[in-house]
């Protein structure tokens, strides 16, 4: 998520959001927070950064240079906050060059706390007790946001020779930006920063229901899929077919953790790589491993769900039948659709579609063995 060059759209930072960074909390909150040292924090919250990465040639390199930049955005969705567990879901989005619509990238998800985070926030009373050490040098001074500037403070710090600062809302404790620089094998300079530049809510309908007993730590989920792809002028290659594991190795109220383990069909004599990826999914999430039964039942085919400002993404109900389900998340650059088991709410199939590339993905569910025993 992280880029050279700063993607911040005026339009995204709203008025809302540098109320959100000057006192700490929306305007509209009301109900005590589930985490009271982050007021802020809470279910169905969606923050979005920008950012890529480059080298430029060495000789007084920094971190505001440019070079070949390789940019995009990360959404990070508070799906669950279960107790002292926080569970979020981490998605990438990547662009060929400033401006053109983002390609959906990898999923990766995340069960954090208070005090673990992965630097996305930061306690503010521990923020403000901050001082500066050998290793790390403590900076206040006022961020630009949009038209307007919050109060902040910056980490400096080195490890294994990258330079790494961080910026803090010193009020809200959320990452503000993240930068980075070192010395490559090349001797050319590696660059990277992230910069935050939205928030907003998630109104999922099914938020309110529970994890389906059957998504307990332990059950594994098997779909069989396939890739393939239309190059306009030419024959299509043949298709490339794939199995994918999703295996859940924890699981709270409301939420799962999982491993997800893709592997492609190798060619005779050749052995399978598999992938392995961790994922999360929760109550408040759309496109997740499930969605509550009673909430599909109730959805109308074109009904809209969410509509993303910065990713320019739209997510519908695509499709309902009397067994199931499908909603679907479209953009101009690709389409992500689930179908879901109205029954159980578990999700059945997927398909993506990535229309810059011509290449489609889909998977079915399989026989999956019996779950395992509590």
Known sequence: MRSNSLILPALCVTGATVWFLVCGARADDAAAPPVPALPWLHEGLQ??????????????????????????????????????????????????????PPIPGP???????????????????????????????????????????????????IKNGMAINRIYGLTTGLLLHLGSHNEAAEGDMKLATGDFISMRDLKVPWAAEPRPEALRSGHSLHFQGQVTT???GALPP????????????????????AEQTDTLSAPAGAPAVPAVANEVSGSSQFLGIWAGPKALAELKVGQQLDEDPVLKTKTIVSDVNPDTVSITESSSSAEIEFRYDLGTGICTATRLLNKLLHSQSTMQLGQAPAPASP
């Open 47 to 100: 923050l979005t950064y920008s950012g890529g990465s480059s080298r430029t040639p060495a000789g007084g390199a920094t971190e505001g240079d440019r070079g070949a930049a390789g940019m995009g955005y990360q959404t990070l969705t508070i799906v669950r906050i279960d107790g002292e567990k926080i569970i979020v879901s981490g998605r990438n989005f990547n662009t060929v060059e400033q401006g053109s």
């Open 238 to 257: 043949p298709p490339v077919e794939f199995s994918t594991v999703f295996k859940v190795t924890a699981d709270g109220d409301g939420w799962l953790q």
């Open 230 to 232: 239309e190059l306009p």
């Open 107 to 157: 999923v990766t998800g995340y069960v954090w706390s208070v005090d673990q985070s992965e630097d996305t926030w930061i306690d503010p009373a521990k923020l403000a007790e901050m001082h500066e050490t050998q290793r790390l040098k403590v900076t206040k001074l006022q961020w630009k946001m949009g038209d307007d500037s919050v109060d902040a403070i910056r980490l400096d710090t």
